[in-house]
């Protein structure tokens, strides 16, 4: 795994520092994605002339050691608190088990960078010596294609002897219009957990709206899910591989109050459907496996 030099990016990728944290900008002819290398956290993506996909706080901090408020931060080897995993994703689990695991602000080695006619390629790699503390030998590589589409895909590569099981998610933060005229289609008659009334188990009816905070683990889940944007007129499609869980979370008007780098009214502006392997749906890799968790972006006019 050797980092790419500066020189060898092609033109359509660009280094800058944003605060504290070196970032990349790459602008193909459709498309602008703005990405840290802690974390291999995307910040924005946006197709030109449109409002973004993804969505970065106005309150963004780039700070070394904390994940940015916005964009997709991965949370791995552990979805959200690590106490309320299965028993066996807390196994290793080391003495001060950061909240969505150790990945997000640890510096990633981005490993390749290519551009053609469609866009431009990106690879992140984390190896397994990276994360003291968690003694699976597990690899882990980002793939980034960006263009038209945005594609995404997580690999877990198990290197060492023994199985590991890991809870994960791709944290996506969508950028709305207003949150309260949005709907997601895909949850319906899907089993949630409603982690704010006790992690009760529920079933939903209909689509999703959000009138008021929301924090749900979805279950059972068909490949594609979509939001309905009708302020901006639009819908945006995901399409998810290797995953049947998301996370469908907005803090609304309390919770939004308490969060860091977040303004006091964003929870207007942002919905995240976190795609993931989380409580019944965890990974399992025996020794030599590999799983791939997947994330293809698309919108179009309403
Ligand atoms: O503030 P963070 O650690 O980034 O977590 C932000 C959010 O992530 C997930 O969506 C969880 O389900 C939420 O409960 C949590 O508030």
Known sequence: MSAIEPDFLPPEVESLTLGELAC??????????????????????????E??????????AFRRGEAVRGGVPVCWPWFGDLGRNPAEVAAPRPDDAPFH??????????????????GVALAFELAPQALPGWPPATA????????????????????????VVISQALHSYFAVGDVEAVRVEGLEGCPY???????????????????????????????????????????????????????LWNPWLD???????????????MLCIETANAMDDVVRLAPGARHTLGLTLTSAPL
């Open 24 to 49: 990349w900008r790459v602008r193909t002819g459709s498309a602008e994605l703005l990405l840290a290398r802690q974390g291999a956290q995307i910040l924005e993506y946006r197709r030109h002339g």
């Open 193 to 247: 957990i409603e982690t704010l009334d006790g992690w009760q188990r529920r079933r939903q009816d209909g689509a999703l709206s959000i009138a008021g905070e929301t924090d749900r683990i979805y279950l059972d889940l068909p490949p594609r899910l979509t939001l309905v944007d009708e302020a901006w007129r639009r819908r945006l499609v995901l399409e998810a591989s290797g995953s049947r869980s998301a996370v």
């Open 51 to 60: 409002p973004p996909l993804i969505w970065l706080s106005e309150q963004a």
């Open 140 to 163: 882990l590589r980002l793939a980034i294609r960006v263009g038209e589409r945005l594609e995404l895909a997580l690999s877990s590569h198990n290197r060492g002897t023994a199985p």
């Open 255 to 269: 919770k939004a109050r308490r969060l860091s780098q977040f303004a006091d009214d964003a929870w207007r502006r």
């Open 101 to 118: 695991g150790l990945v997000r602000t640890l510096d990633w080695t981005l490993v390749e960078a290519i551009a053609d006619a469609c």
